[in-house]
């Protein structure tokens, strides 16, 4: 095994994200940490691990359990994992005018920008100035909105989870208080939609955006478009946005009847579809949410957000790629195609091992849990929990943070699988399976190929 392959720019995201959570886990068991309680290292570990993976999942209140400390250590760590260790690593040796190696320009441009070739310098600053200035943004509004509620401290801790996808909150029925306004939602939403867009889209959509503006149009021949990449994020997350509200709207305010209004419902709609993918706020009660809700949730959660972003799950261009995918094979076309341009082989290679390896994890980490949590019950005395327990799996692998209320009853190897999945799930399962490639010696030789009957 290469000593070059252990410590390579692959590796450091895992070796960053592992310090990270170490040391957030001896922070959080001092005493200085806590309102007054005590908390043993499995639910410290569980706690750091969700925040920095920006997961929201949570076995003690956030908002009783920790004293003012112990909140800024975990809103330090969702800082932290929301933006990626790695980005902020490179951006302290940027400022100490360090030179970062082109291997390590080319990780971070490959993760972030879409792009190897860009200024890695450059992209990192302003990436720090958009995200300052948006959770500034949101934290101005939310305590506007409601001074009392959100205090300052209230309104920066959730404007800065919010937008890093992170769903933890400092009250204990998270924002189900705030259902119907408006100006609260809104935010919230805005926060979590461009966290998981990706920074390279937000920076797109900037460019895209003042180039329309009639003083910056003068001398220009044609109007700024944006990428096809761009495109096909935005469209991606606008078609899954929709469609899961109006799911979720039949099914709780038409299908069920909450004593909501028209308005309420829309609202409440859109805020479950938008913050299950992978957000972790919730205005409605998950655990009292109907069946067809929760499975169309549990699929928006395993989606995710987009690549580069504060989000996790398989991320929205994996599945426009396998519908492409799917949509070439029953045409009998041989490429598959996303608006103007065929999306090549490897690209579809990888899709289509995301998400075996996505759909493994999940159904790995659910068996466990049925047979720790469940298994000695007779089906007829746990009955639910089986949705209850996959929800909570899904929720873990997106680093969503929605739960329907068995986070806090888990048994200790529970905990510790809901923890493994939360950090595979934040690093993508491509960095671990490119990561170990990368340890081992690829094969000079090739096997002989035969065809096997499919189906």
Not at 179 to 196: C, K, Q
Not at 274 to 298: E, H, K, P, W, Y
Not at 377 to 392: K, N, Y
Request: aromatic share 10%; net charge positive; proline share 3%.
């Amino acid at each position: 095994m290469r000593l070059s392959a252990v410590f390579s720019p692959f590796t450091y995201p895992i070796y960053f994200f592992l310090a990270t959570i170490l040391a957030g886990t001896v922070l959080l068991m001092l005493p200085g940490s806590l309102n007054g309680a005590s908390i043993d290292f499995v639910d410290a570990l569980f706690t750091a691990t969700s925040a920095t993976c920006v997961t929201g999942l949570a076995v003690v209140d956030t908002g009783t359990h920790f004293s003012r400390m112990g909140q800024g250590v975990i809103l330090s760590m969702i800082q932290l994992g929301g933006l990626g260790i790695m980005t902020y690593a490179s951006l302290v040796f940027y400022l100490w005018r360090r030179k970062v190696t082109l291997t390590d320009r080319l990780a971070v441009g490959q993760s972030l920008m879409h792009d190897s070739t860009f200024s890695l310098g450059r992209f990192l600053v302003r990436l720090v100035a958009w995200t300052a200035a948006l959770e500034g943004i949101g934290a101005l509004l939310l305590h506007s909105f409601d001074p009392h509620g959100f205090t300052p401290w209230s309104a920066v801790f959730h404007s800065i989870s919010a937008f890093c996808n992170a769903g933890f909150g400092l009250h204990a029925d998270s924002l189900t208080q705030w259902r119907g306004n408006a100006g609260v939602n809104l935010t919230i939403m805005g926060l979590i939609v461009l966290g998981g867009l990706g920074f390279s889209v937000i920076v797109e959509l900037e460019g895209w955006l003042t180039g329309h503006l009639p003083w910056r149009r003068r001398g220009q021949r044609r109007k700024p478009r944006l990428s096809w990449y761009a495109r096909t994020v935005l469209a991606v997350s606008a078609f899954l946005i929709v469609g899961g509200a109006a799911a979720i709207y039949m099914a709780e305010v038409v299908g069920l009847d909450r004593g909501l209004s028209f308005s309420e419902g829309v609202l409440a709609a859109f805020f479950q579809s938008v913050t299950c993918r992978t957000a972790g706020f919730n205005t409605l009660d998950v655990g009292q949410l109907t069946t067809i809700s929760l499975l169309v949730m549990t699929f928006l959660m395993f989606v995710g957000g987009s690549p580069g972003s504060c989000a996790g799950g398989v991320k929205t261009t994996t599945l426009r790629v396998l519908w492409a995918f799917a949509v070439s094979k029953i045409k009998g076309r041989q490429q598959p195609v996303v608006g103007r341009f065929a999306v090549d082989r490897e690209t579809v290679a990888r899709a289509v091992s995301l998400t075996l390896v996505a759909i493994f994890l999940v159904a790995f980490g659910t068996l466990w849990l049925v047979v720790s949590e469940g298994g000695d019950v007779p089906h007829p005395a746990a009955r639910g929990l089986f949705l209850e327990i996959l929800f909570e799996v899904v929720s873990a692998f997106g680093t969503v943070g929605l739960s329907m209320g068995i986070t806090p009853t888990l048994s200790v190897s529970g905990k510790i699988v809901i923890t493994l999945l939360m950090f595979v799930g934040r690093l993508g399962p491509i960095v671990f399976l490119t990561a170990l490639g990368r340890l081992q010696e690829q094969p000079r030789y090739v096997w002989p190929e035969e065809s096997m009957l499919i189906g």
